[in-house]
């Protein structure tokens, strides 16, 4: 049992450490941990993701890692990208296996472990201000105790050159492995950053990846941030990203999740100034039995402010999808614009997509439209692509990727818009 | 080249085609002509494939082979190619793309390696120039944000593209304004030659006096129940489809 796990990996922790700031924040989290526990189908957030495949599981963290890992590098997606990698095996920093372009001194690329002493500062100002651990078992279980992860600082008007990508890998050869990584990611004013978060799985033995993030955009921030979630075999996932936004900023969000046993996705984004822009865009094609759930959150707190949510679904198989887009406006957030859209195709008549917008407006000067859609590829574009002699296999592609294009043209990497590409051909 | 006899089709159990006969040689320009409802989209479409039209009784032989038993595909590969009277917009499949894709699925079919870059481009011009196709619309998803005269000069500028050996055009002329018909109709009448078929349907004369036909039918409750040359056509805008319905009652 997973709960027994992560217990006793606590106490083992508890033992050794020395009884500093992030020590106390860590036993306060792992005390909420054992308050709340895992969320079970009880609870309205989790009704349609059943987590106990992965509960009556044992987990272990581990920093050891096999030649898959180094198989799995060498064809890793992006590879070919000229960009700042940041490499992470089992929730360890594999400092040989990454690279750090970035010539301006003033940008700190490096880990979490490392920014604890040498940022300390930073860190404290920080460091679990955003991603809430109450009544939120899966967040106290990381901050308790998070293996490592990335530490981004962009100080003020300054443009991180080329992309930030952050590889986790999960590598179960030996073992049921349970990764935690925790990002922390900070943009100051006038600053931008494009990151890019992937995930692999290597290994025959399940994994469980746990990740919190957490995003703080300080005004007139600019973020570019993708996710891609690639991780075969039996692998579980859930990520909570929280995303704050100070006055003025722009983030735009997109979530490819193309492989997975079961990945459940967090997004919050709490807007704390006027003429925000948030953007949060995200594609999933399950197959197999594959479970993708995509929980997203908007907070609206003030004035001005847009937001614009697309959510794209292709189901094969008996695979489930859920959907749950919540958009908080509250009182004092007049003018605000809040779209959201969930659009599915059913590939397969055994797939299933629980699709749930839910809006809470407390002010009354807002636009705010959402909708959903589930269906079939459609019948009329398929025999008109067939009547020309484009084959019934070739016209279904076509089409699958013109439903794709939507989230495909929300990314500004060159390169990760291919790949989507050649995933989608791959995957259909 | 085309041979239609006693061809009976239905939808949701309702009949449309009652027993339609038609001969189409090559090099013909055959008319088709009728009231609304007569059942002129539905033989398009039941000659092109669409699978929500049952065939019940009677046989269509294009070229030797049972177009019947033939995909969509398979018979536009085989060269039937049907200008909607409707063509749908599809958000993001790229004009370009979408044709490339075709002539070289057609080029595959005949055994033909995929068409040069150049030779294909070369090609996209000369074709574009026909119908007078903005070069801009090429490069925007398919039909998309297309106006009504848009969309049919792209179904013509497709037609030229891939080269049919029988072009079906559904009432093509509807929504045109009169210089938008002319220049869809010339395209057309470049199209022609010895070997090449068109059946051309409309509601209105208006459009034989560009395309002038060979042969007129008028088709009315599922059937072709008068035929004769282009004159027929000109009698028809004068008189109406009154007297036509007049004699099958009788007849009947
Ligand atoms: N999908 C359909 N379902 C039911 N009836 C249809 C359908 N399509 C066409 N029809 C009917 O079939 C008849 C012939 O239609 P159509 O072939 O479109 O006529 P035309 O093109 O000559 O105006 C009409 O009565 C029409 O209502
Ligand atoms: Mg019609």
Redesign the interface.
């Known amino acids: 049992m997973l709960v027994e796990n992560i217990k006793a990996e606590f106490n083992l922790y508890k033992n050794q450490a020395e009884k500093s700031d992030f020590f106390l924040k860590r036993e306060e989290a792992f005390a909420e941990f054992e308050k709340v526990g895992f969320p079970t189908t009880k609870n309205e957030e989790w009704k349609y993701t059943n987590l106990k495949n992965i509960t009556n599981q044992s987990f272990q963290s581990t920093c050891e890692s096999t030649i898959e890992t180094e198989l799995m590098l060498s064809h890793a997606f992006l590879k070919e990208l000229t960009a700042n990698k940041l490499v992470f095996v089992n929730g360890s920093f594999r400092p040989e296996l990454s690279t750090i372009i970035e010539t301006d001194e003033s940008i700190v690329i490096s880990t979490l472990a490392k920014a604890k002493t040498a940022h300390s500062e930073l860190f404290n100002k920080h460091f679990g201000k955003y991603a809430p651990i109450e009544g939120q078992g899966l967040n106290a279980m990381n901050t308790a105790l998070l293996s490592d992860g990335a530490f981004i600082y962009v100080p003020n008007n300054k443009t991180v050159t080329n992309p930030v990508i952050i590889v986790n890998i999960a590598d179960s050869t030996d073992v049921n492995v349970l990764c935690q990584p925790r990002n922390l990611i900070i943009v100051e004013k006038s600053a931008s950053l494009t990151l890019v978060e992937t995930f692999y799985a290597v290994g025959n033995n399940p994994s469980f990846t746990n990740v919190v993030n957490e995003v703080y955009a300080n005004e007139n921030a600019h973020i570019e941030h993708y996710k891609i979630q690639n991780q075969e075999g039996e692998s579980y996932h859930n990520n909570f990203t929280q995303i704050f936004q100070e006055a003025n900023t722009n983030i735009n969000h997109v979530t490819l999740t193309l492989s997975g046993t079961l990945v459940r996705n967090n997004l919050h984004f709490f807007m704390n100034g006027q003429n925000c822009n948030s953007l949060l865009y995200g594609l999933y094609m399950p197959h197999g039995t594959e479970l993708v759930d995509n929980h997203t959150r908007v907070d609206h707190a003030f004035p001005n402010c847009h937001s614009d949510e697309l959510y794209k679904g292709i189901m094969m198989d008996k695979s489930v999808a859920v959907f749950n887009g919540k958009i908080m406006v509250h009182l004092d957030a007049q003018k605000t614009n809040a779209y959201q859209r969930n659009q599915n195709i059913l590939l397969s008549n055994e797939a299933t997509v629980n699709t749930k917008p839910q809006l809470e407006i407390f002010a009354d000067d807002v636009k705010c439209t959402h909708g959903a859609t589930i269906g079939q590829l459609d ?3 398929m ?10 296999d ?2 279904r592609k ?2 699958l ?3 794709a ?2 989230i495909a043209e929300r990314i500004k990497i060159p390169e990760l818009v291919e790949l989507l590409e050649q995933e989608i051909e791959k995957k259909i | 080249m085309l041979s239609i006899k006693n061809l009976k089709a239905e939808i949701e159990g309702k009949k449309i085609l009652n027993g339609l006969n038609l001969e189409v040689k090559a090099g013909e320009v055959h008319a088709i002509m009728g009231p609304n409802g007569a059942g002129k989209s539905t033989l398009s479409a039941v000659l ?4 929500d039209y049952e065939v019940t009784e009677g046989t269509v032989d294009f070229d030797g082979k049972d177009l019947l038993e033939l ?3 398979d ?3 085989e060269g039937v ?2 200008a ?1 009277q409707y ?2 917009e ?4 790229s004009n370009t ?2 044709l490339k ?2 002539i070289n ?2 080029r595959k ?1 005949q055994g033909l390696e995929p068409m040069e870059a150049t030779d294909f481009l070369k090609m996209m011009r000369e074709k574009m120039e026909l119908v007078e196709m903005d070069k801009s619309l090429t490069s925007r ?1 398919l039909n998309e944000g297309f106006s009504g005269g848009e969309k049919k000069r792209n179904e013509i500028f ?1 037609m030229a593209m ?1 080269e049919p050996k029988l072009g079906i055009l559904d009432e093509t002329d509807s929504g045109l304004d009169i210089d938008a018909l002319r220049l869809v109709s010339e395209g057309v009448n470049k199209l022609r030659n010895k070997e090449r078929s068109f059946i051309v349907i409309t509601h209105y004369q208006r459009l034989l006096d560009y395309i002038v036909p060979d042969f007129v039918h008028v088709l009315y409750k599922g059937r072709i129940v008068k035929s004769g040359d282009a004159s027929l056509a000109k009698e028809l805008e004068e008189k109406g489809y009154d007297w036509i319905k007049q004699e099958v009652e009788a007849n009947s």
Do not use: C, H, W
């Open positions: 019948e009329e574009p025999f008109y692509l067939r009547s020309r002699g484009i084959p019934a070739v016209a076509m089409l990727n013109a439903f294009d939507d | 092109a494939g669409r699978a995909s969509p595909e018979r536009a590969r190619f049907l909607f063509p749908i599809i958000p993001g499949v793309n979408f894709t075709a699925e057609k079919y998803s497709q891939l």
